[in-house]
């Protein structure tokens, strides 16, 4: 038996008002949805490891929730737009990690958002270039960029993102397919 939604909001607002037991409350409510966030995310990774992966992302996302700076929580719309954020800093630094030293002589590979919402790049330097491409389109539109993050990064939603961002779902539409073409045309140039 699932609780509703709005125990989810109330409860954030419960944590960020400093309520000592509202946290222990929440994580049970929103710990299955940031799983099957993360294992979206994790699914270009080894086969063996996705469990352990999935598992350690949501874990890191959620102890960088904890031990940050004190949010203004506004709904649960919020809380997983920050999460989304959170996993996408999280994927980006261990393949900079991984990466270092690296980026020499090996083939570009393309990034294909497409429609389909749901997992990283499968190559550290895929996931770097997209990061890079981003950050650009960021400079330029934020909004656009915030769509990205949280369809892409946190497998948010069309509804989701629009609550998160205060804007209409027809609105979100248009600046997820325009985005989607930006990022395309930038990651091919860089090929």
Not at 55 to 79: C, K, M, P, Y
Not at 128 to 147: F, I, M, N, T
Request: charged share 30%.
């Amino acid at each position: 038996m699932s609780t509703p939604a709005p125990d989810v909001t109330g409860l954030l607002l419960s944590w960020r008002d400093g309520q000592p037991d509202a946290l222990d409350r929440l994580l049970p409510l929103v710990y299955a949805k940031l799983h099957r966030l993360a294992h979206g995310r994790m699914r270009a990774e080894s086969p063996g490891c996705q469990t352990l992966q999935t598992t350690a992302l949501v874990h890191e996302a959620f102890v960088r929730l904890v031990d940050g700076e004190r949010i203004s929580w506004q709904n649960r719309a919020h809380f997983y737009a920050l999460c989304a954020r959170l996993m996408r800093r999280i994927l980006v630094d261990r393949a900079r990690a991984r990466s270092a030293g690296k980026r020499g002589g090996e083939e570009a590979h393309a990034i294909r958002l497409g429609d389909w919402i749901g997992a990283v790049p499968a190559q550290d330097e895929e996931l770097l270039d997209l990061e890079h491409a981003l950050q650009r389109l960021g400079e330029s539109d934020p909004r656009k960029a915030r769509v990205v993050e949280m369809r892409y990064f946190g497998g948010l939603t069309l509804e989701e993102t629009a609550a998160a961002l205060g804007t209409s779902t027809q609105t979100v539409t248009r600046d997820w397919r325009v985005a989607k073409g930006w990022l395309a045309h930038e990651l091919r140039s860089r090929d």
